[in-house]
């Protein structure tokens, strides 16, 4: 019984095999004692009424016991039955007994009465043993002028119509036979069927485990099953995106530390040369060293943000801040990178901002990912990079304009996914990490990070805050 086959087995037939026969059962008693009984009385009062009637013509038989016995014994044969006479004060008057013939009982007093106002009396002597079940009719037998001078009596056996109880309980056993095979097949069926969908789901399960993709058609299987492989399908393309994630991950990491390491073992080597005794190449060398690893700051920045963001909800350190001060400081650094790549440089600040409740640091974080990138995407010498900032109903909004290579519809949809990165981000170095952070932080404030842009004429992000 340890598999769960022969439990659902078990499970789906036991119950069968021991409510089938005992309703079988149930059915037999309630048809033979219900149903035919009733059938039977009613005939038997049919023919009572047949009989007195018969024997009001023969008023002697009343008076003549030979002649009562002869008519109870000739109307007894022809109908097959067992046909008693009594007087009219409910004395037994004639009794043909025959070896199986019912046990005589003459009519009660109640009875006596109905019968003397010409009502046809039935009765049916129920017994838990089906042979000794009997019905019977009384039937008065009235003169010309309406009294009772007689009954007739007939009784019978209820296993007297035997042959038709033998033909039903026969139907009924066949009938409960074959529906426990049939309950008995179908359980079987579907305890092996729902055994097999979950070898099957077991299958694919290990499969995925080994990186084999789900090859199973599951529009037949019941709902449970559906739902199961489309979990797991699920589980299949998060682990795949995640593999890729963690590819692409590596790849940038490997790319974006490689160049500033490089610079940096080329500068060590030159000074391990000699250079160092040169005051102003060493200078220039130690400075050269300093911007690598100041280039670095931001690219941990990013990391230590996501590693935060993924690992549990950001918290922010909110403080009402005065965008007309707190924005031009942040932009100093930036409009010096805009400039020392030749780019113009313009600022639309609306004077007299409301002040925003927002963490400080994270949103410099945001405007530096986003001025970082306008700048990066924007050729040398030719461009131009814009912020504005302004109040919009209930909101401000704070937006980079650039005039760079743009983005591509395709890529539009996934660069805000980390560590991706779109095609026109063959040459300058970056994560794919600066939107995806960026737009973290201004969620998080319950704003929105928008972009708009156009492959080869520029791109514009906007940053909405609430008030
Ligand atoms: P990274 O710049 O490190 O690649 P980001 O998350 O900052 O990563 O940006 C994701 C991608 O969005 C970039 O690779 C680039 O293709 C595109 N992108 C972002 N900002 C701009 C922009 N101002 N102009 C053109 N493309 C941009």
Not at 14 to 35: D, R
Not at 231 to 242: F, K, M, P, Y
Not at 450 to 461: I, N, P
Request: hydrophobic share 45%; proline share 4%; net charge negative.
């Amino acid at each position: 019984m340890k598999s769960l086959r022969s439990q659902l087995l078990v499970s789906h037939i036991l119950p069968l095999v021991i409510l089938l026969p005992l309703l079988g059962l149930i059915l037999l008693y309630v048809i033979e004692t219900q149903v035919l009984l009733a059938g039977l009385t009613e005939d038997l009062a049919r023919q009572a009424t047949f009989l007195a009637e018969l024997a009001a013509e023969q008023q002697d038989i009343f008076v003549n016991r030979d002649e009562g016995e002869s008519f109870a014994r000739e109307t007894g044969a022809q109908s097959q039955r067992y046909v008693s006479l009594y007087g009219a004060d409910g004395n037994e008057w004639v009794v043909v007994v025959e070896d199986d013939a019912p046990d005589a009982a003459e009519p009660s007093a109640t009875e006596l009465e109905a019968l003397k106002v010409g009502r046809v009396q039935t009765r049916a002597v129920l017994s838990v043993d089906l042979a000794q079940t009997t019905a019977e009719a009384f039937a008065p037998v009235l003169n010309a002028q309406q009294r009772l001078i007689g009954i007739v009596r007939v009784t019978e056996h209820i296993d007297r119509v035997n042959a038709r109880l033998t033909q039903i309980r026969l139907l009924i056993l066949g009938s409960t036979l074959g529906a426990l095979v049939l309950a008995v097949g179908l359980g079987t069926y579907l305890a092996r069927r729902t055994s097999q969908w979950l070898e099957r789901v077991t299958y694919a399960i290990g499969g995925l485990a080994h990186g084999e993709p789900i090859s199973e058609a599951t529009e037949r299987m019941p709902i449970e099953f559906r739902a199961a492989f489309d979990a797991v399908g699920d589980l299949q393309t998060r682990l795949r995106e995640s593999e890729e994630t963690r590819k692409r991950l590596l790849a940038n990491l490997v790319h974006e530390l490689g160049r500033p390491l490089g610079a940096l073992q080329a500068a060590i080597h030159a000074l391990q040369q000699g250079a160092d005794r040169e005051p102003a190449l060493r200078e220039e060398l130690l400075q050269g060293m300093d911007g690598q690893v100041e280039r670095l700051k931001p690219l941990l920045d990013n990391l230590a943000s996501l590693h935060g963001g993924l690992s549990s909800a950001l918290t922010l350190h909110r403080a009402p801040t005065d965008l007309n001060t707190w924005l031009p400081q942040i932009l100093v650094g930036w409009r010096e990178a805009a400039e020392q790549k030749h780019l113009a440089w313009v600022e639309e600040i609306q004077p007299n901002l409301p002040p925003v409740n927002m963490d400080a640091n994270r949103m410099a974080q945001v405007i530096g990912n986003l001025l970082s990138n306008a700048i990066k995407y924007t050729p040398e010498g030719s461009g131009k990079i814009r912020v504005l900032a302004e109040r919009r109903d209930n909101e401000i909004l704070i937006a980079i304009h650039d005039t760079g290579v743009g983005i591509s519809q395709q890529d539009m949809e996934q660069i805000f996914d980390p560590f991706y990165r779109g095609q026109n981000a063959r040459f300058p170095q970056g994560m794919g990490l600066g939107l995806a952070i960026a737009r973290e932080i201004v969620d998080a404030h319950g704003g929105r990070l928008c972009a708009v842009s156009e492959l080869g004429t520029g791109s514009r992000f906007e940053v909405f805050l609430g008030l």
